[in-house]
């Protein structure tokens, strides 16, 4: 690929930021919201105008498209997924993106909000990024990048393998997801229909990183059941939950499982949310870890303040329901070698140090995987996500177009 191919991806990136894809953890919809389909709808024309073929947009919202093989010989089918939607936990409306151009080192002061800094400091990744052009907000909203970089990188891959048909690659399924970011982006996702035999989310962070590892995730929901009467006369009669309830927090470890003491492998235990009132009270949880095992070592230990809080507090009444949200991928992805090997190679013939990574959350591919469709994680080169202080540099999303188009290239040799 020429250096600096930048027209195969930055301007489809930065049209995309402006489309407000917001995705909503409270809607009962599918998807959340309607405005994502905005960008769906553009990219199933701009996939008819590269002439993919089998372009579809699902009632579901997901767009899938195909680019035929050009091999006489068999090659597993690969898919390509990114999600449409943004995060809800900063504003996607009214995204103005900046580009600062041939960056000097310094900290990045953002235009409209001179109090939201990006310093190399708390960057460490711009350390090495001076004479780069990076892309920021404006101050006041998210970016985008998680994950309209992982869409512009596909697209651009797509064209430029429409360009280059001496490029040699097997077939391959283009599928754009939404509701990623509230943990729904598959719930409908007919991977037998889709018809990928292998597959990457291009939804990952710094260069050269590939992810096959995911927490285990399992939700949890405390509910308390106080006792409630009228409070001047309530003297030995009353139980209030909401003393229950910090009762429990209290005997959460103050040193370790929770996110804000954990890092690498470690997992936690992390109260959310909490609502009600003294007879009636919920605490949601997020359970995590890299385990089966350490999910419910974390299962136990909740159950076993719970179980002496019922104690404590009889005739009052608490209960706690587990339900499983996803497994690491990684279970699933070393049952397909091939899967790494060929994206590690990807990665190392861009130009970069590959780098095994794992993702302290999840994605769609946690679930693919779990649905027979071994789905690794590739970078996008984005950083800081769900933030005001999202970055991305203009030249690690070619390294990922490039190590897209490597990808399918390998695995039409191999």
């Known amino acids: 690929m020429k250096p600096n191919e930048t027209r195969l991806f930055l301007d489809r990136f930065l049209n995309y930021v402006k489309i407000d894809t917001q995705s909503d953890p409270k809607s009962t919809t599918y998807p959340s919201t309607e405005k994502q389909l905005n960008l769906s709808r553009k990219l199933h024309e701009e996939l008819h105008e590269l002439n993919l073929e089998e372009i579809e947009l699902t009632k579901d919202g997901y767009v899938m498209a195909t680019l035929p093989s050009n091999v006489a010989h068999n090659v597993p089918v690969v898919g ?8 809800p936990d900063v504003t996607g409306e009214n995204i103005n993106p900046v580009i600062h151009k041939n960056y000097d080192g310094k900290d990045i002061i953002l235009p409209k909000d001179n109090s939201v800094v990006i310093s190399p400091s708390d960057n460490p990744d711009l350390k090495g990024m001076v004479g780069y052009d990076i892309i920021t907000t404006d101050g006041t909203t998210l970016l985008g990048a998680d994950n309209k970089a992982g869409v512009a990188e596909i697209m651009g891959a797509l064209q430029y393998l429409k360009e280059n048909r001496d490029i040699k690659h097997g077939k391959i399924r283009i599928g754009f997801t939404v509701d990623e970011e509230i943990g729904r982006g598959v719930d409908f996702f007919d991977v037998a229909h889709f018809g990928a035999d292998v597959a990457y989310t291009i939804d990952g962070g710094p260069a050269g990183e590939v992810e096959d590892e995911t927490f285990c995730a399992d939700s949890a929901t405390v509910k308390i059941f106080g006792i409630n009467v009228h409070p001047g006369y309530a003297k030995n009669k009353m139980i209030n939950g909401l003393k229950i309830a910090a009762d429990l927090i209290e005997q959460l470890p103050k040193d370790s499982l929770s996110p804000e003491t954990t890092e690498g492998r470690e997992g936690y235990l992390h109260p959310n949310t909490i609502n009600g009132n003294v007879e009636n009270l919920t605490i949601d949880f997020i359970v995590r870890d890299f385990t089966i095992d350490g999910i419910k070592e974390k299962k136990n230990f909740l159950q076993g303040i719970v179980d002496k809080l019922n104690t404590k507090y009889a005739p009052a009444k ?18 397909h070698p091939k899967v790494m090997e060929n994206a590690m ?11 095994h990574g794992l993702i302290r959350g999840g994605t769609d591919g946690a679930r693919l995987s779990y649905m027979g469709l071994p789905t690794p994680n590739i970078f996008t080169g984005g950083h800081n996500f769900h933030s005001k202080k999202e970055w991305v540099a203009i030249q690690d999303m070619q390294k990922t177009v490039e190590t897209i188009v490597n990808l399918v290239q390998i695995w039409a040799e191999k």
């Open 345 to 355: 190679e990807a990665i190392t013939r861009s130009g970069l140090k590959a780098k």
């Open 318 to 335: 608490i209960e706690v329901e587990f339900k499983e949200q996803y497994r690491n991928m990684k279970y699933h992805i070393d049952q």
């Open 80 to 87: 390509l997924i990114a999600h449409v939607d943004t995060a």
